[in-house]
């Protein structure tokens, strides 16, 4: 019987081992000496909550699925249709091509074909690795069309320690936070100081809840760690500018995965601007994070 999820990868590492898939070129579990460090889902199951989801050619939303680029007026299919927004871009339910694998490391292509609301043709490209400092993500996108091209990406791993987010000390080394609107498009950035949102120094998560962007990073590196000094880090390169954080008070059971999603804008930038990147025709857009786990922090 065939997966819906795709073929199954396993890579192997030291202490780690994850499993990538072939449908939307997904990161399905990562684990640290047998513990899990994502929320994940099993083999036969349909991909749960974009959980590990690549999120091409746009991250979060697109608020009524229509934007203007190049002078054109363009809408996209209403993928979140009780909100009216676009979700998530349009490689998620797709069958990848797998272009390498062996213990360590997974290669993904797909190449985006011009559709309705998106008629850019993109080659896109994910490679996941394992090594030493923890499991390597890169998120890769080249303009194959003759034309100028809107374009942004993330990941959307769910991290846990199998107890409540809001036993969980956050860090987030950003300087400014967006509130959201009720159907999850993002308003003007504000200073995260004397608000609710301030994890700079890092702090209980407790009850707040949190489906929010995170930007102006002063810092690479966000750390999560739970009550024992047990920790998580998710290390960005210059490619990500913004963290999307969401405690999962939707799911069921709710609370019990942290969303740290790292991001190239907040949502609706395809209506917005903000931090939106132009891919000229042939130009390649590339961005990378780490997650380390497993370590004890000192107390």
């Avoid at 934007?67 to 979700?87: C, D, I, V």
């Avoid at 960005?236 to 942290?258: A, E, I, Q, Y």
Wanted: glycine content about 12%; hydrophobic content about 35%; charged content about 20%.
């Amino acid at each position: 019987m065939r997966d819906p999820a795709g073929q199954n990868l396993v890579l192997a590492h030291g202490p780690y081992r994850a499993e990538v898939v072939t449908v939307g070129a997904g990161l399905r579990s990562l684990s640290y000496d047998g513990r899990p460090l994502l929320a994940g889902y099993p083999a036969g199951q349909v991909c749960p909550d974009y959980r590990g989801w690549v999120l091409m050619p746009w991250p979060n939303r697109v608020g009524d699925g229509a934007y203007e680029f190049g002078g054109r007026r363009l809408r996209l299919p209403l993928t979140e249709p009780e909100r009216g927004n676009a979700l998530h871009g349009l490689a998620g339910w797709v069958e990848w091509t797998l272009a390498h694998h062996d213990d360590t490391h997974a290669s993904l292509r797909l190449a985006l074909v011009p559709q309705a609301g998106y008629p850019f043709p993109l080659d896109l490209a994910v490679d996941y690795e394992l090594t030493d400092t923890g499991l390597r993500v890169t998120l890769a996108a080249t303009n194959a069309g003759p034309t100028a091209a809107p374009y942004g990406t993330g990941h959307h791993p769910y991290f846990t320690f199998d107890r409540p987010v809001d036993e969980l000390t956050l860090q987030i080394p950003a300087t400014t936070w967006c509130p959201m609107d009720e159907r999850g498009l993002a308003r003007p950035a504000q200073p995260v100081a004397g608000t609710a949102y301030d994890f700079r120094e890092g702090r209980l998560v407790g009850d707040a809840v949190i489906d929010h962007p995170f930007g102006g990073l002063t810092d690479r590196v966000v750390t999560i760690t739970d009550p024992e000094g047990r920790a998580v880090t998710l290390t960005l390169d210059d490619g990500f500018g913004w963290v999307h954080v969401f405690t999962s008070d939707t799911h069921d059971p709710p609370r019990r995965s942290l969303a740290v999603e790292p991001t190239t804008c907040p949502p609706d930038a395809f209506r917005t601007g903000v931090d939106l990147v132009v891919l000229e025709p042939g130009e390649t857009h590339r961005a990378s994070f780490t997650v380390a786990g497993g370590c004890v922090l000192s107390r």
